[in-house]
């Protein structure tokens, strides 16, 4: 940032593994000894406390022995030190040193030695106070007026301010409102306490305010503080300004009036004694602290700000005069005058390093030498141009065709999921229903082909599936190195999950700061959720799956779940879902047909894509290139509007839970309020069975907290079963309409949203206005549907799920009538049904208990003088007719 570099003029470090903060560092005659010469005094949280007198280095020289005047090991931390008159009996400066539960005033004095190694000094403590509250900071100044010696004013972590004169405690005042502690500050001019409350303002306190205010003394019980006269600590003047404040500094020179310096965060305020804004400076960095100091312009002051980029920045007001390059980060900045130079910067940085500096730039004595003048020959001039633009214009046409590196060329994530379960699971539930919980150890490589840089790597797995860490934080990896990740996976709740796919996410930066992004899929084996079971000829729900190929053998599909020879020819097996149903697939004898069969209607879903992917898996071993598979209908809306019914029931109980546990909460409230009032009433009066009253509201809270979270668990357990039946719908329409991908990512993206459901969000609202915008678009039955426009109201919970029932129907019945998904809003011409001589809009259309399948609709080319009233999608006897016995 800047151009110029604060000059060293004297250096050191402190210690090893040291700490240190803006109060450690301290300047002035401490040793009284009347040369106008400063000493810098440090003290650190190691409680070493030290005493330098520089003198100037020079180049590759280290610091002399008899800069060190004294260097004293102090039984506590150091936290803040500060020069003033605080013995009652002495006009000299004494050195206050802040412990955290004792202040302690020492004299610094020097005895004149007799032989060849000099001045001698030493420490007298004068006398200490013990406190009883841990301290933060503190400040002092001629409280009330006083001339010619100082008190001290202590704030503790707890918001008290105790002052002390002298050898004696004075008293001791709570600041009202208090939260956390801030920067504190005493103005001399008006009498003033100033600091930066929690609720972000800068608040003053009178002196005399803080004398008369009530008694706070700890000594006193709280009956006996109730009891004590005095007027309540009020606030002279408040100032908000929205952030915490770093540090406060009251300047009072001879050329101005006193100024409140406030540094913030972000900005710098300059306040006058009474709270009005002098001048604001909003700041482009993050400072560490700083410094005012006197100006030579009468109506000014002049500030040093140090920032986190290691820049010493110099304003006049709010006007940046100069900047230099610091070595370290400053925690504290201060202006001392030495023996051989006057103003110079001192600062302390936390790790311990100790510089005195000056602002300046040394003067370059180097002389460019003199060009010798020669002719020019414009020929060979013109000549070197042409080339050069012919050179820039080549590399310019080779620039696209340079390869260009890929996130793969840097970092490479590869994940793969071992073909045994773990020997001992490592599943927080051993058995869930009597069925042993199995675990599955995944490995993640990362292997780096550049300098990688605090890579971290995250895991996500879809509920109930858990992992044993979730995320890992590797060290740096060179070109070339690799490194393993191994975790488990196992199913942590008792319900069956959606889906058995996990992420894996890696963010790293590159050597030139830039954050990449890797992610790599994995998926988990269906050992994981199912076990072996017992086939069984009848179920509840039955899907039949279609191909032009004759059947495989289940043997030869299920090789780790049928390992006895027995099985061998066997046309039937079944699983048993671990915290689910029995789930049975059965081939037929005389057909191409496969079912599945089950009790439950979304437990379907894992077998039917677990049976999909083995069939596909097998044919392209086998080299088969026109296999065909398809699901004859019709499709099931009955069970899956049961199910979602069934999650929209459990949103609305939980939208009544949090309204009757917030009416219950206010008048728990509500009676704690009266309560209160009656205790602290000086004449009691009967509580009214208040307290009774009290105990039950309680009771009521609690079983409604309890009940609201059983809730929550039973509707994240019926969400996931909802993606299950929405994936296993989306699968069969698919299978029955023969949809290509990227029709298919348009249903996905309409019927499973990714935004989690939130209780302002849900599914319902979210798929209603998903598959609305497909039925006015690319599935709209006639221009006039094409040209409404959707409404941009905000989305919330709706009062039914009728309307969504009514619209997912009418999605499944268009896309049967010939109906194209497609991105492009008007993909193709509206659809008309046969024989009709005008679409029918979608308010028309009414869905009631009977309709007929939309494939038999297009098979049998119905007249179009049939209502569609007629029409049966969710009839159960048309289910029935689907499911044959083998």
Known sequence: MS???????????????????????????????????????????????????????????????????????????????????????SDLLHLAVLHPKKLSVFAV????????????????????????????????????????HHFICIQSMDGML????????????????????????????????????????????????????????????????????????????????????????????????????????????????????RFMKKLEYNPSCFLPYTSVSEGTINLLLANHNSVLLVYQDSALK???????????????????????????????????????????????????????????VDNEMKTLQKTIKEATKMQDILPKTSLEDELKVTASVSASMDAMSRALLTEIADIPVPSVTVKIQLMSHLSVQSPKLSVCVQPPL?????????????????????????????????????????????????????????TLPFRLVSWPSTPSNHAKHKIIIDTNKSPVNLTELYPDFLMTSEDKECNAVAFQL??????????SKTSQRYRIQSDVFEDMWLVTKELIQRINNYFTKQGVKDFQKSFAGPVPLTEYFQIVDHHFELRVNAGKYHDLLSERAVQFRAIQRRLLTRFKDKTPAPLQNLDTLMEGTYRQVIALADAAEDNQALLCQAFARLCSATHLLITLISLWLGLNASQIA??????????????????????????????????????????????????????????????????????????????????HSPIIMPGDSEAVSEVEFEPTERQVSAAQLVKKKQSAKKSISDFNLLSPHRHKTCCWGI
């Not at 100037?56 to 060190?68: F, M, S, V």
């Not at 409350?197 to 503080?225: F, G, M, P, W």
């Not at 935004?755 to 915008?773: F, I, N, Y």
């Open 162 to 277: 105790m002052f002390f004169e002298h050898e004696s405690y004075a008293f001791g005042r709570f600041l009202p409102g208090f939260l956390l502690p801030g920067p504190l500050c005493y103005c001399a001019r008006t009498d003033t306490f100033i600091t930066v409350s929690s609720a972000r303002q800068v608040e003053s306190y009178k002196y005399e305010a803080l004398a008369i205010a009530a008694d706070t003394d700890s000594n006193h019980s709280v009956e006996q503080q109730r009891n004590l006269s005095g007027k309540k600590l009020m606030a002279d003047w408040t100032l908000v300004i929205g952030e915490q404040a770093l540090d406060i500094v009251v300047s009072s020179f001879n050329q101005c009036t006193s100024s409140v310096f406030v540094l913030g965060e972000r900005n710098l305020y300059c306040l006058k004694d009474n709270g009005q804004i």
């Open 466 to 522: 858990a992992v044993t860490q979730e995320q890992f934080v590797l060290d740096s990896m060179d070109p070339g190195s690799t490194c393993m990740v191994l975790f488990s996976a196992y199913l942590k709740e008792p319900y069956p999950p959606a889906d058995l796919e996990g992420h894996v996410v890696v963010t790293y930066s590159t050597p030139t700061g830039v954050v990449r992004v890797v992610q790599c899929i994995f």
């Open 109 to 148: 004095t020097a005895t004149a030695g007799n032989v060849d190694h000099g001045i001698q000094y030493q420490i007298k403590l004068m006398y200490e106070h013990n406190l009883q509250r841990i301290a933060c900071n503190m400040t002092y100044g001629p409280f009330g007026g006083v001339t010619g």
């Open 578 to 587: 671990i915290a689910g149903s029995v789930v049975t697939v059965q081939v």
């Open 3 to 89: 151009l110029f570099k604060a000059r060293e003029w004297w250096f050191t470090v402190l210690g090893e593994r040291e700490e240190f903060d803006q109060g450690c560092l301290c300047i002035g005659d401490v040793d009284n000894s009347g040369s106008g010469h400063d000493k810098i005094v440090v003290g650190s949280y190691m409680g070493l406390l030290r005493i330098y007198t520089p003198h100037p280095l020079k180049p590759g020289e280290t610091i002399h022995a008899e800069d060190l005047l004294l260097e004293v090991q102090l039984q506590d931390p150091i936290i803040q030190l500060d020069m003033g008159k605080f013995v009652s009996c």
């Open 322 to 380: 100069w900047a230099s390059q610091l070595s370290c980060v400053p925690v504290a900045v201060r202006v001392g005058n030495f023996q051989d130079l006057k103003g110079v910067v001192v600062t302390l940085s936390e790790e311990g390093h100790l510089q005195c500096s000056y602002m300046g730039s040394d003067p370059s004595f180097f002389i460019a030498p003199k060009a010798e003048a020669r002719e020019m020959n414009y020929d060979d």
């Open 746 to 827: 348009i249903l996905e993206a309409s019927l499973l949203p990714l935004l989690p459901e939130t209780p302002q969000l849900g599914w319902e609202e979210s798929v209603d206005a998903a598959v609305s915008h497909l039925l006015h678009t690319c599935l709209s039955r006639s221009p006039k549907d094409q040209a409404l426009s959707l409404s941009t109201s905000e989305l919330s919970m709706p009062r039914d799920t009728g309307r969504l029932k009514k619209h997912i129907a009418l999605l499944c019945d268009r896309l049967g009538k010939g109906g194209r998904l497609s991105s492009e809003g008007h993909a």
